[in-house]
């Protein structure tokens, strides 16, 4: 870090670099163990959500203090994202789901009541074995 800035800002710097850093790789974690891509599509876009604003907050943080002013270029980058992420997320999910009914997997609506099938079935109504 720069030696004009306070020594608790370093700090908060690198624990919002840090917890990024872990939130990212927890998401990471999570697409390579998942099975399905209906299970697999939840872990990087929550956790990412979270490491760019963490990341994007620690930018704020030491670009303010060094500069003596507020610096909120950097949050127009998680706003983006924050923005973008979701909407991707329901493009992917809506596709997949298009994709699977067309090899003729059964997926259940919203409301519907689970069946005995359910049971015997992976999350998202997909067979584990496909």
Same mark, same amino acid.
């Given at each position: 870090m720069s030696g004009t800035t306070p020594p608790w800002v370093d700090a908060l !710097?690198?624990?919002l670099v840090v917890l990024g850093a872990l939130a990212a790789?927890?998401?990471s974690f999570?697409?390579?163990?998942l099975r399905t891509f209906f299970q697999r599509v939840h872990a990087p876009t929550l956790v990412? !959500?979270?490491g760019v604003w963490s990341l994007t907050l620690a930018t704020v943080a030491q670009l303010s203090f060094e500069h003596g002013q507020l610096y909120v270029h950097s949050l127009l980058i998680g706003v983006f994202i924050a923005l973008t992420a979701p909407v991707t997320t329901i493009f992917l999910m809506r596709a997949a789901v298009f994709r699977a009914r067309m090899r003729?997997?059964?997926i259940p609506m919203p409301g519907d009541p689970p069946s005995v099938d359910d049971a015997t079935r992976g999350p998202a109504g997909v067979d584990p074995g496909h």
């Open positions: !710097t690198a624990l790789l927890i998401g999570g697409v390579l163990r990412t !959500t979270l003729g997997v059964e």
